[in-house]
């Protein structure tokens, strides 16, 4: 008797219907994310999943379709979920080479350290003896550091601590704009403003809102180096109900923010002949298009991290599962080494440690 003359099997029946639903869900989300990504501000919702979910799902996807009893399930949809893992490999954030061996990039000249950190409201809520501890163990030749400001009844509220800056880093200069505090060991040639125009004598609350870039002109060894501090507003305030219009509201007004600052920056920076490296917390994930375009035109430091999956937020699970904080450079810099730091409990963000040297 033939086996398939028998009442079908529950697999045979709505197995490979389950499995192509599953397989067309997944390609429509993708293409909504390649169509609204970066163009839609409702998308900046479902650009806060887990970059990893562009890989986890398709191989669960193509894992199933594998096994599939029937081999005409088999032979369409193995080559669909090939293409959609494809299609996503893009967004999960993996670092192909690290898996390749290769020296460091040659520069001119010495190289220079670079610490790039989102502080969590400065030392308000650490040890202030081990937070400046901290920072003065990178021993860096940079900082480019993010959140010199405190949260006081509901708000962010300005922290005055340059006298204390001073002395604890004697051998560098201090710029500060908002939350956004660079030291230098270099001497400080400019700092271009980057971003809306905001009048010298603003109240701080102003230049904190909307000064999200601080460019610093440098000079390394007698050429002008641009280092750009960056901070881009979080898209959501997660003390809204999801069921409330406050959240969707906040989110609009985010990304209206954030698209301000990114063009900015990217005019800013495309414009600029220097050498130049642009640091700091992005609040976007690899998932998200928003870094497109600055991926399009700079190097990523990524490159030289030895980490095949780097992240810098989430602590889920004892892993940090997104990367918000990133470095790029223009080809006139070459990064010799990229790592993220462990914050010690003094953050939500792990800090960026970078070694450059200057192309000739």
């Known amino acids: 008797?033939?086996?398939?003359?028998?009442?079908?099997?529950?697999?045979?029946s709505t197995g490979p219907r389950l499995l192509a639903g599953a397989v067309g869900l997944w390609a429509v989300f993708l293409l909504l994310?390649?169509?609204?990504?970066?163009?839609?501000?409702?998308?900046?919702i479902p650009g806060l999943a887990?970059?990893?979910?562009f890989l986890a799902v398709p191989v669960a996807l193509l894992a199933v379709a594998c096994t599939a009893p029937a081999a005409p399930v088999r032979r369409w949809l193995v080559p669909a979920v090939v293409a959609?893992?494809?299609?996503?490999?893009?967004?999960?954030?993996?670092?192909?080479?690290?898996?390749?061996?290769?020296?460091?990039?040659?520069?001119?000249?010495?190289?220079?350290?670079?610490?790039?950190?989102n502080t969590e409201y400065w030392d308000t809520t650490d040890?202030?003896?081990?937070?400046?501890?901290?920072?003065?163990?990178?021993?860096a030749d940079v900082y480019l550091l993010q959140e010199y400001l405190a949260w006081v009844r509901e708000t962010h509220t300005e922290v005055r601590e340059l006298d204390r800056i001073r002395r604890e880093f004697p051998g560098h200069q201090v710029v500060v704009t908002g939350e956004l505090v660079t030291l230098s060991r270099f001497p400080v040639l400019a700092t271009p403003p980057v971003g809306p125009a905001v009048a010298p004598d603003a109240p701080w609350e102003e230049t904190f809102t909307?000064?999200?870039?601080?460019?610093?002109?440098?000079?390394?060894?007698?050429?002008?180096?641009?280092?750009y501090n960056v901070h881009v507003p979080v898209q959501v305030d997660t003390r809204e109900s999801v069921f409330g219009g406050g959240f969707y509201r906040v989110v609009r007004e985010a990304d209206a923010a954030r698209r301000e600052q990114f063009t900015a920056l990217e005019r800013d920076a495309a414009a600029?002949?220097?050498?130049?490296?642009?640091?700091?917390?992005?609040?976007?994930?690899?998932?998200?298009?928003?870094?497109?375009?600055?991926r399009a035109r700079f190097d990523d430091a990524r490159s030289a991290s030895g980490d095949l999956y780097p992240g810098?937020?989430?602590?889920?699970?004892?892993?940090?599962?997104?990367?918000?904080?990133?470095?790029?450079?223009?080809?006139?810099v070459a990064v010799r080494h990229y790592a993220f730091v462990d914050d010690l409990g003094m953050s939500d963000h792990r800090g960026q440690d970078l070694r450059i040297s200057l192309r000739s």
Request: neutral net charge.
């Open 127 to 139: 040890d202030p003896e081990a937070f400046y501890r901290f920072l003065r163990a990178r021993d």
């Open 33 to 44: 994310d390649f169509l609204a990504g970066g163009r839609w501000w409702f998308w900046l």
């Open 84 to 117: 959609l893992l494809l299609a996503g490999l893009p967004r999960t954030g993996l670092n192909w080479s690290a898996l390749l061996p290769g020296s460091a990039p040659a520069g001119a000249g010495p190289a220079l350290s670079v610490f790039s950190w």
């Open 50 to 53: 887990p970059p990893l979910l």
């Open 272 to 294: 600029n002949p220097n050498p130049l490296l642009i640091a700091g917390d992005f609040n976007t994930s690899p998932a998200m298009a928003d870094l497109d375009p600055l």
């Open 1 to 12: 008797m033939d086996p398939d003359s028998v009442s079908p099997r529950p697999w045979r």
């Open 312 to 332: 810098s937020w989430g602590g889920v699970l004892g892993a940090d599962w997104w990367r918000l904080d990133w470095a790029f450079t223009n080809h006139a």
């Open 210 to 227: 909307r000064r999200k870039v601080l460019r610093t002109d440098l000079d390394v060894h007698g050429r002008t180096v641009s280092f």
